[in-house]
């Protein structure tokens, strides 16, 4: 069961790739080249809640497809 | 191979180019993103913005302000490499590179307009109705709303892509 939820995650990362990677390239990477990172922890703090809200917002909308599908199954069963 | 290359060098380049157009932009420079988004947001929450010289939109009704920032210019951006990267195999020609620049281009403008309305509209009725997020403060209950709201768009509009992709190779057979 845990090796299944986590292939699902794995495939939910894997199909969100890009956008993840271009939304992190001009919200973080871009920044950085350009010195945002000197303004301290302002840029730590944004960063930060950048580059964790993405992937939670995935894990959240596997858990909850995944939990959608079980109950669907034990209604059909 | 040398035509993709191409079309990746003018992605790369329109980024650089657009990023150093945003930095130096005015609001008044970004009316061609600005009242579209200001009209839409306007129709969804029923609020009249009129354009403030200097400023952006501004609702007297609402003392909201949209301005240069809240322009979705980093949303348009990533949108438009995403976009380019996604149809990348279709490119085989000149012609099929332009065609997919000019798809990425407007894809990345309609989204953009698009999501910005529907995030600056969530925006109005959280500012609104104060949320009961007692840890969160209105300036980063603002934040995690326009990073679920950008990354949510991006997450559709990839799906939307991918989806219209595959129908358009399999009604040519490919």
New interface residues.
């Given amino acids: 069961m845990t090796r299944a939820i986590w292939s699902v995650v794995a495939q939910a990362f894997r199909r969100?790739a890009?956008?993840?990677g271009?939304?992190y390239?001009?919200?973080l990477a871009?920044p950085v080249a350009?010195g945002a990172a000197q303004t301290g922890a302002p840029f730590v703090e944004?960063a930060a809640?950048?580059l964790v809200?993405?992937p939670a917002?995935i894990v959240l909308a596997c858990a909850t497809r995944t939990i959608a599908r079980v109950l669907r199954r034990a209604e059909q069963a | 191979m040398k035509t993709k290359l191409c079309v990746v060098t003018v992605v790369v380049l329109a980024v650089w180019a657009m990023k150093r157009y945003y930095a130096n932009a005015r609001a008044d420079d970004l009316w061609w993103i600005l009242t579209p988004t200001a009209r839409l947001a306007g129709a969804i929450t029923g609020t009249a913005f009129a354009m403030t010289p200097g400023e952006g939109y501004f609702s007297p009704e609402r003392l909201f302000l949209i301005e240069k920032s809240c322009a979705g210019i980093n949303f348009m951006i990533a949108a438009f490499g995403m976009v380019t990267f996604a149809l990348l195999h279709r490119v085989g020609s000149g012609l099929s590179g332009a065609r997919v620049l000019a798809m990425s281009l407007s894809a990345s403008y309609s989204a953009t307009v698009l999501v910005n309305s529907a995030r600056i509209a969530i925006a109005m009725r959280l500012a609104a109705h104060s949320v009961a997020v007692s840890t969160l403060s209105p300036v980063q209950v603002h934040r995690v709303e326009g990073i679920v709201v950008y990354f949510g768009g991006l997450m559709l509009l990839y799906e939307l892509v991918q989806r219209c992709d595959r129908a358009a190779a399999a009604r040519c057979g490919q």
């Fill in positions: 969100a890009p956008p993840l271009w939304y390239a001009v919200t871009l350009n944004h809640v950048v809200l993405p917002l």
